[in-house]
């Protein structure tokens, strides 16, 4: 007799689980300096999972509770054919929302069909305004490209779009008024994001180049009178936002190391490979792939693998930026 499966993912530490992050590829147009190193290694493309694969995932966290799915990576829109999944999931009876992180880079081209296909909301990540800067943070971004790909993305009318920036000392901590003025002349969100120290990279010291939230609030709030507005896991993930003079648009902090936010956590992440990973800063992780492509495959198997999973969700993650990293895993392979 086969027991009936819940509906909904809860852990042992009775955090419930409704926002899957899925990796699409994990690979990418630029090499930005803080995620991956300027030589990488991508994963073999036998060993990424089919779009197919993807869906039949999302399609078993939409039925098992999950209500909001972002696609990211790597750059999720330089993944062949990413429209033909992406429809699909738009029409996933029960997701609520499917929202993307991407660079930008083809947005120019893409943003109205994302829209149409029902895609939400959409982070882009920003880190400069000046194209030199911009290409040596990037390695190879165009920044006249990614600007033309955000102004795509205002045209297309998505409900909320949010700008993401990292901010190193020395590199670009310059730039944060510039990047909020930027975001509020648009009417859109920014975030500003620790570094992680997520993968090995050899271009700058992590240490060294970590700039926290609370400086950078305190910047902005010389020149702007910046109110919290409160639910800091409501439905935009652990960043902390304030309001701004203009009415609309907010500027948000994610904050792993200087405000813990794992006692909220209501997500997971799949790597493009088909790791469920349960945790950003742990290697805790089942494989899905293997799941996927046994021979006597299932969807009530998978779906049993997933809710078995909880079960390891860690509590919490530790980061220590003057430690060699644990997690050798960089951010493309995390999925951010
Ligand atoms: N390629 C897309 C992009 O750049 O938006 C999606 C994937 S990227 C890994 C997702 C987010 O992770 C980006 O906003 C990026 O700035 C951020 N990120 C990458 N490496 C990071 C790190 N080591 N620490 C903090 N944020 C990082
Ligand atoms: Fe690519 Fe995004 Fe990583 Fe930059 S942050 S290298 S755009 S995956």
Redesign the pocket.
């Known amino acids: 007799m086969t027991t009936e499966l819940p509906r909904v993912l809860i852990d042992r530490f009775q955090r419930r689980v409704d926002y899957v992050r899925l990796s699409v590829t994990d690979r990418?147009d630029?090499r930005?300096v803080?995620?991956m190193a300027e030589d990488m290694t991508f994963v073999p493309k036998q060993h990424v999972l089919s779009l197919e694969e993807i869906h039949e995932i999302a399609r078993a966290f939409v039925e098992l509770g999950v209500g909001k799915i972002r696609l990211?990576?790597?750059?999720?829109l330089i993944r062949n054919n990413i429209l033909s999944l992406i429809k699909p999931l738009g029409q996933l009876p029960g997701l609520d929302q499917l929202v993307i992180?991407?660079?930008?880079s083809q947005l120019h081209r893409m943003a109205s069909s994302l829209r149409e296909l029902g895609v939400k909301r959409i982070?882009?990540?920003l880190?400069s305004l000046q194209p030199r800067r911009f290409r040596q943070l990037t390695r190879h971004g165009n920044l006249d490209q990614v600007i033309a790909g955000i102004d795509a993305a205002i045209a297309a009318k998505f409900e909320r779009i949010r700008l993401?920036?990292?901010i190193l000392k020395g590199r670009n901590e310059d730039e944060v008024l510039d990047l909020v003025n930027f975001a509020l002349q648009r009417s859109i969100d920014i975030a500003f994001?620790?570094?992680?120290?997520?993968?090995l990279i050899d271009e700058h010291n992590?240490a060294l180049s970590f700039c926290s939230s609370e400086e950078l609030r305190e910047m902005i709030a010389r020149e702007y009178p910046l109110e919290p507005l409160g639910d800091p896991l409501g439905a935009d993930g652990p960043a902390r936002y304030f309001s701004t003079g203009n009415g609309v648009s907010r500027i948000g902090f994610i904050s792993p190391h200087s405000h813990n936010f794992c006692h909220l956590c209501n997500r997971v992440r799949v790597t493009a490979e088909g790791r469920l990973l349960l945790c950003l800063g742990n290697e805790h992780s089942v494989d899905l792939r293997a799941v996927l492509r046994a021979p006597d495959y299932t969807q009530d198997k998978l779906k049993r693998t997933i809710i078995s999973a909880m079960a390891s969700k860690p509590e919490r993650h530790h980061f220590d930026l003057d430690e060699t990293p644990d997690i050798v895993r960089?951010?493309?392979t995390?999925?951010?």
């Open positions: 990418c630029f930005c803080y995620c990211t990576g790597g750059e999720p992180t991407s660079n930008g982070n882009i990540s880190d993401n920036a990292v994001i620790e570094e992680m120290p997520l993968g992590r960089f951010m493309n995390t999925g951010g």
